[in-house]
């Protein structure tokens, strides 16, 4: 009998008793299975910066990743980082207002004003949603909703927001921070943080797409390097040598020249409140 049957035929054992004290001891069993799953099974890499070029062609289990912070950035080109982040400069400060600001000024209208890029009307591309991204093949789609708010309340990366979604938020990066600070991090329970590279003109970073609080709390306590994953079901790596090839820029929906200038803004950390380019998204209001 193999160690997952051994452990399922106890807790079945323990279903026929229920009470607080047994619900917590199969919390437990079940805890300290996936604990030792992972330790044979998932590879951790300390200091994985020094091999990030070979890492996107990584064979069979996806390893475990220990990336400089300065490495890691999320949607909408927000530096971990940076004293600019939102989730991250709240969480330093304990202040609300660049937090608030940042939902109530920083509201894109197009893909230019989501990464400061100034163009021309006629660039190709321009008419694109701050919330698409050239190196993606899907169909243009709003961020989706969640934590019951639908997604006319708001992204968790640019505003406008309800004042629902931003006291959402600010209760998620808040409690998230209490959680690891208290307990530590736990990915094991939790999940991993995870994503994919960048590259541009030799550099890397890694986009969070999964658990971007979790992220930003760890930055925020000071962690040097963070522990990530890449995304089985995402590409590995998007890099400026294959712009040709990008989706939206096959599809001759942006050029080449104003795609590489989304990426590149990933690699400049920036203020948003001072990026946005058009007199429309600085006015804008939810």
């Known amino acids: 009998m193999n160690l997952i049957s051994k452990i399922q035929k106890k807790i079945n054992?323990?279903?026929k008793k229920p009470s607080l004290q047994i619900d917590a001891a199969k919390e437990s069993i079940l805890d300290g299975m996936t604990?030792?799953?992972n330790k044979a099974e998932l590879v951790e890499i300390l200091n994985a910066e020094h091999q990030v070029s070979q890492l996107p062609y990584w064979v069979g289990r996806l390893p475990i990743m220990h990336l400089p912070v300065e490495m890691l950035v999320m949607p909408g080109a927000?530096?971990?980082a940076s004293d600019y982040h939102p989730f991250v400069s709240l969480l330093k400060t304990g202040r609300r207002d660049y937090f608030d600001s940042f939902?109530?000024?920083?509201?894109?209208?197009?893909?230019?004003?989501m990464y400061g890029v100034s163009i021309e009307d006629n660039v190709l591309g321009a008419d694109l949603k701050p919330y698409d991204e050239p190196w993606f093949l899907r169909e243009s789609k709003i961020p989706s909703g969640e934590?019951?708010?639908s997604a006319k309340h708001g992204a968790s990366f640019y505003g406008p927001v309800s004042p629902q979604k931003l006291e959402l938020e600010y209760q998620r990066v808040t409690q998230t921070y209490e959680s690891i600070s208290m307990q530590g991090y736990l990915p094991h329970k939790f999940g991993h943080i995870d994503g994919f590279f960048l590259q541009y003109q030799g550099q890397y970073k890694f986009y969070v797409n999964g658990a971007k609080h979790r992220a930003a709390a760890l930055a925020a306590l000071g962690y040097?390097?963070?522990p990530v994953m890449m995304r089985d079901n995402m590409t590995r790596i998007v890099s400026d040598k294959d712009v040709a090839g990008w989706p939206l820029v096959a599809a001759g929906k942006i050029s080449q020249d104003f795609a590489l200038s989304v990426l590149k803004a990933y690699f400049e950390p920036s203020d948003p409140l001072k990026r946005m380019t058009s007199d429309v998204a600085k006015n804008h209001e939810y």
Do not use: T
Request: aromatic residues 12%.
């Open 78 to 80: 927000h530096h971990y």
């Open 103 to 113: 939902y109530q000024s920083f509201c894109p209208v197009s893909l230019a004003d």
């Open 224 to 226: 040097s390097h963070i």
């Open 35 to 37: 604990k030792r799953q």
């Open 147 to 149: 934590n019951g708010l």
């Open 13 to 15: 054992r323990l279903d």
